[in-house]
């Protein structure tokens, strides 16, 4: 079970991104998805999660009202579509799956999450 990320790149303050990330082996059904962000020098920080479901979704209090995550499970991908995006939204972003039953709620923990993709840069720059 693989995940990898993509639609990373640089944008303008105010400008939006939607990053996508794609699972490979087992069905997605049955794993809720986290999006987390590292900064240099600054710990991980949670971004958003949904359950397997798609039913349950979370966000962060930094990101609320600008970022949507969604999912399509026959394309098995998760994305997170980011609107207003400002400077302090410079990151890696990284998206991580945890086997959880699909009517579950999501991770905010990262420790909870079993599978990690590789990250996409985000970078927020006039």
């Known amino acids: 079970f693989q995940l990898v990320e993509s639609g990373g790149g640089l944008v303008q303050p105010g400008g939006s991104l939607k990053l996508s990330c794609a699972a490979s082996?087992?069905?997605?059904?049955?794993?809720?998805i986290g999006w987390f962000r590292q900064a240099p020098g600054k710990e991980r920080e949670g971004v958003s999660c949904i359950s397997g479901s798609g039913g349950g979704t979370n966000y962060g209090d930094s990101v609320k009202g600008r970022f949507t995550i969604s999912r399509d499970n026959a394309k098995k991908t998760v994305y997170l579509e980011m609107n207003s995006l400002q400077p302090e939204d410079t990151a890696v972003y990284s998206c991580a799956a945890a086997r959880r039953p699909p009517w579950s709620g999501c991770l905010s923990d990262a420790g909870g999450y079993n599978y990690w993709g590789q990250g996409t840069q985000v970078t927020v720059s006039s």
């Open positions: 082996g087992s069905s997605l059904d049955y794993y809720a």
